[in-house]
């Protein structure tokens, strides 16, 4: 069964540091991950999206990166602003499978 | 092209009452998946349609809780004899799937925040 660990749970740092948050996967048969973004309340945004085959992906101040062999993936923000503090989720969709796992999410707070 | 959207977006209801949920997938996605979401967890799955046809059905959470798609289109969740637990956020996604073996990207829709008092 599939297991996907998010750290840290929370974080917090001041406005314009960069930022690193972590995902690891228990089961490497992975056909893509995917790294999600939610506001308080909300529903998910999806921010990237990095199949199996590839390395890393980047949208903007973001860059996600996949190491399949290791279970690994990291989320990368760049110069972090007050409007990215939400909850970022990780989620893996298995080789065979429509659905995704989701981690707990790690909650971040950027402050002025 | 508005989203997947999904109504109501709040609900509270007493427990031992039957709940419904409805999903409107982006027009032309094929698959609509459910999930549930508790208090700092991350999303679980629990079913999944392509068009109308039910694909997997065996992680709902237990025979009080059934989804359709008549028409391949909208998709409703129901909970029957709801209980505190069932407290949650329900989660509709949709996705186009060229082929049956294809995996694709989920987009989500806002969610239905449920209450059992």
């Known amino acids: 069964k599939q297991e996907v660990t998010q750290i840290p749970a929370a974080l917090s740092v001041p406005e314009g540091e960069n930022l690193v948050l972590n995902c690891s996967f228990t089961?490497?048969?992975?056909?893509?991950l995917q790294w999600f973004r939610q506001d308080p309340g909300k529903g998910l945004t999806s921010l990237l999206l990095?199949?199996?085959?590839?390395r890393e992906q980047t949208s903007g101040r973001l860059n996600a990166s996949l190491d399949k062999s290791s279970g690994r993936s990291t989320l990368y923000i760049a110069a972090s602003q007050p409007g990215d503090s939400a909850t970022y989720l990780c989620?893996?969709?298995?080789?065979?499978?429509?659905?995704?796992?989701f981690g707990k999410g790690t909650m971040l707070l950027v402050s002025p | 092209d508005t989203g997947v959207s999904q109504d109501p977006r709040h609900k509270i209801t007493k427990r031992g009452q039957n709940v419904t949920f409805r999903c409107d997938p982006i027009?032309?996605?094929?698959?609509l998946y459910w999930y549930r979401q508790t208090l700092g967890q991350g999303p679980e799955f629990l079913t999944y349609?392509?068009?109308?046809?039910?694909?997997?059905k065996s992680r709902l959470l237990s025979d009080r809780f059934s989804a359709e798609r008549p028409k391949g289109s909208f998709s409703t969740l129901e909970i029957q004899r709801t209980e505190q637990g069932d407290s949650a956020m329900y989660l509709c996604?949709?996705?186009?799937?060229?082929?049956?073996?294809?995996?694709?990207?989920?987009?989500f829709g806002p969610g239905t925040r449920l209450l059992v008092l």
């Open positions: 989620a893996v969709m298995n080789s065979g499978y429509s659905t995704l796992t």
């Open positions: 027009s032309e996605h094929n698959r």
């Open positions: 996604a949709s996705s186009l799937a060229l082929s049956v073996n294809t995996q694709e990207t989920q987009y």
């Open positions: 349609f392509q068009n109308e046809a039910q694909l997997e």
């Open positions: 089961d490497s048969a992975i056909y893509n």
């Open positions: 990095i199949q199996s085959s590839q």
